[in-house]
T-cell receptor
């Protein structure tokens, strides 16, 4: 596998379910990100991890819980979601040296539908 | 309030002609700008970037122009090819703001054969 991979690619869940999204990067990067893209809205940054420490939490509701066990893996744990949380969830990684001009590399996304 | 705006949700261009995608921003503190391309069922892929010390950056068929006084950037694709059909996002960041990109809503480009 190369680049940034995400599983599952599609997920349908009820509001009382608990599920997790997984992201893996094979680029040797140190920073990983979760973004949300809702229909007709810009990509919204949710969380940033650098060297497995959370460095940004963009006022995201607690029903989204990120986990970064190592610099190659990032999870987004979901519980008691709302229908308005239905969106495309994108993971990205960058070198993570703290340089503001670092390029972020994206995975293909998980399309989530909450019923 | 959207700090990065792409006011044209879609654009159609004939193959071989120039495609011009536009992006406006409101925050004068932004000093690094990027364009990403996204095909259906794939994540965005980095295309080209420009820092505010330049007003033009070129990479093959792709050129990005930055007009700081107008807070405007544009992506030119010459010549346009059917494989360029995708959604294009512009993004902006600040040198003092590590990690954080602010994205526009995207412009869907369709290149007609």
């Amino acid at each position: 596998e190369t680049g940034v991979t995400q599983t599952p690619r599609h997920l349908v869940m009820g509001m009382t379910n608990k599920k997790s999204l997984k992201c893996e990067q094979h680029l040797g990067h140190n920073a990983m990100y979760w973004y949300k893209q809702s229909a007709k809205k810009p990509l919204e940054l949710m969380f940033v991890y650098s060297l497995e420490e959370r460095v940004e939490n963009n006022s995201v509701p607690s029903r989204f819980s990120p986990e970064c066990p190592n610099s190659s893996h990032l999870f987004l744990h979901l519980h008691t979601l709302q229908p308005e949380d239905s969106a495309l969830y994108l993971c990205a990684s960058s070198q993570g040296q703290g340089a503001w001009e670092e390029t972020q590399y994206f995975g293909p996304g998980t399309r989530l539908l909450v019923l | 309030d959207q700090q990065v705006k792409q006011n044209s949700p879609s654009l159609s261009v004939q193959e071989g002609r120039i495609s011009i995608l536009n992006c406006d921003y409101t925050n004068s503190m932004f000093d690094y700008f990027l364009w990403y391309k996204k095909y259906p069922a794939e994540g965005p892929t980095f295309l080209i970037s420009i820092s505010s010390i330049k007003d033009k950056n070129e990479d093959g068929r792709f050129t990005v122009f930055l007009n700081k006084s107008a807070k405007h950037l544009s992506l030119h694709i010459v010549p346009s090819q059917p494989g360029d059909s995708a959604v294009y996002f512009c993004a902006a960041s600040r040198s003092s703001g590590t990690y954080k990109y602010i994205f526009g809503t995207g412009t869907r480009l369709k290149v007609l054969a």
